[in-house]
C-alpha cells in the first residue's frame, strides 16, 4: 500500500461521499457502509460520516430492484474527504460522458477518489488511474489492463496507491473498510468491526478468488484439476492429461468428479468454458469471434452450438440490437 493522509490515526471524524451508479449491487453498497456504522456503534461516537450520491440526484436503483435514496447528484459529494464510487452492470448506459466529465473535474477535491467493482472502469476512462497500480473485479482484470495500458493492473483484492484506491467486488469492499478503520483506529476496533460480521480481517494483497486448489470441500485431486481448467480455459487441456498430472486415470478422476460435483470432468470444464462466454457477451461488447477464442472454441459457430445446447437460445440473443 503506497500511503495516504487518510489511513493515519484519526484526528477527527471523516467523511465519505459514495457516488452509486445505477445497477450497481446492494451487497457492495452494504460492505462499504456498514462497517462505517458498526465501527461508530463500537466507538459511541460518529467517527464516520457519509453520505450517498447519485447521477441525477435521485434515488438509485440497484439489481436487486431496490432504489437506494440519494442525497443529491455528484455536487453534493463537495466538502467529504473521500469519494468512493460503486458500480456494477450496464456500464456502456450509465457511464455516459457527462458523468465521466464530471467525475474528472470533481476528484482533485477528494484526499481519495477510491472504486468499487466495475468502478475502477469508470475511473480509468476518465483519466484518474493513468500511472496509478489498480485492480478490478476479477472478471474484468484483461480487459481494463489491455484498454488502459498506462495502469499497472494486478489482481489483488484492494490496491491503495496514493490518492487512488480501487477494490475488486463486496467482500474486498469490507476488507478495505477494515482496514481504514484499523488504520485510523487500531486493530482492536478492526477486530471487534469483522467479528460482528463473522468475517476476517483480509489483506488488500491477496487474491480475489481463493485458489480451487485449497478448497477444503473438494478431494485435493478434484480441487487441482478444477484449477487447471479454470486456469486454461482458453487453451482445455485432454482430461486424460488433466487426469495424468493428478496421478490418477481418466477413470478414477470420472468418478471422483461425478461424487463431487454431479458432473463427468469434461462436462464440468465445458460448463466453466460456457459460463465465461456468458458474461464476456453480456458485459462486454466483444465480437463473438474474439469470445469463442477466449473461451477456447474452435470458432463462433462452435461456440453457438455448444452456446444453445446448454442455454437454449444462441449467444447473439444476449446481445441488445
Known amino acids: 500500500m503506497t500511503e495516504n493522509a487518510l489511513f493515519s490515526p484519526a484526528t477527527g471524524p471523516l467523511t465519505i461521499a459514495f457516488f452509486v451508479l445505477p445497477q450497481a449491487s446492494i451487497l457492495e453498497v452494504a460492505s462499504a457502509l456498514d462497517p462505517l456504522r458498526n465501527a461508530n456503534r463500537h466507538l459511541g461516537h460518529e467517527a464516520y460520516r457519509w453520505r450517498v450520491v447519485t447521477p441525477d440526484g435521485q434515488p438509485v436503483p440497484l439489481t436487486c430492484g431496490i432504489e437506494l435514496p440519494s442525497t443529491g447528484d455528484l455536487t453534493h459529494a463537495t466538502g467529504a474527504d473521500a469519494l468512493i464510487v460503486i458500480a456494477g452492470y450496464r456500464l456502456a448506459e450509465v457511464a455516459t460522458r457527462p458523468l465521466i466529465r464530471d467525475l474528472r473535474r470533481i476528484a482533485p477535491r477528494f484526499q481519495l477518489v477510491a472504486g468499487i467493482d466495475a468502478a475502477p472502469w469508470v475511473m480509468a476512462r476518465a483519466g484518474l488511474l493513468t500511472g496509478y497500480r489498480a485492480t478490478v473485479h476479477w472478471e474484468d482484470l484483461e480487459d481494463l489492463a489491455a484498454a488502459h495500458p498506462d495502469t499497472t493492473v494486478l489482481p489483488d483484492r484492494y490496491v491503495i496507491d496514493r490518492n487512488r484506491a480501487t477494490i475488486g467486488g463486496a467482500a474486498a469492499a469490507s476488507d ?101 462466454a456468458r458474461r464476456l457477451l453480456t458485459d462486454t461488447t466483444h465480437p463473438l469471434a474474439e469470445i469463442a477464442l477466449r473461451t477456447g472454441f474452435s470458432s463462433p459457430a462452435t461456440l453457438s452450438r455448444a452456446f444453445k445446447a446448454k442455454f437454449g437460445q444462441p449467444p447473439g440473443s444476449l446481445r441488445k440490437p
Not at 483506529?185 to 468475517?199: I, Y
Not at 481463493?210 to 487453451?235: I, K, Y
Not at 496421478?247 to 459460463?275: H, I, V
Request: hydrophobic letters at 55%; aromatic letters at 4%; glycine letters at 4%.
Open 176 to 276: 478495505f473498510m477494515l482496514q481504514l478503520i484499523r488504520a485510523r483506529h487500531g486493530a482492536a476496533l478492526a477486530r471487534q468491526v469483522a467479528a460482528s460480521f463473522l468475517a476476517t480481517v483480509r489483506k488488500g494483497s491477496e487474491p480475489q478468488i481463493a485458489p480451487s486448489a485449497q478448497d477444503p470441500a473438494l478431494d485435493p485431486r478434484v480441487a487441482r484439476a478444477v484449477a487447471m481448467m479454470e486456469a486454461a480455459l482458453d487453451t482445455p487441456a485432454p482430461i486424460a492429461a488433466i487426469a495424468a498430472r493428478v496421478n490418477l486415470s481418466p477413470r478414477r478422476l470420472e468418478s471422483l468428479f461425478r461424487a463431487a460435483l454431479g458432473l463427468t470432468p469434461g462436462a464440468y470444464a465445458l460448463s466453466l468454458r460456457l459460463a465465461a
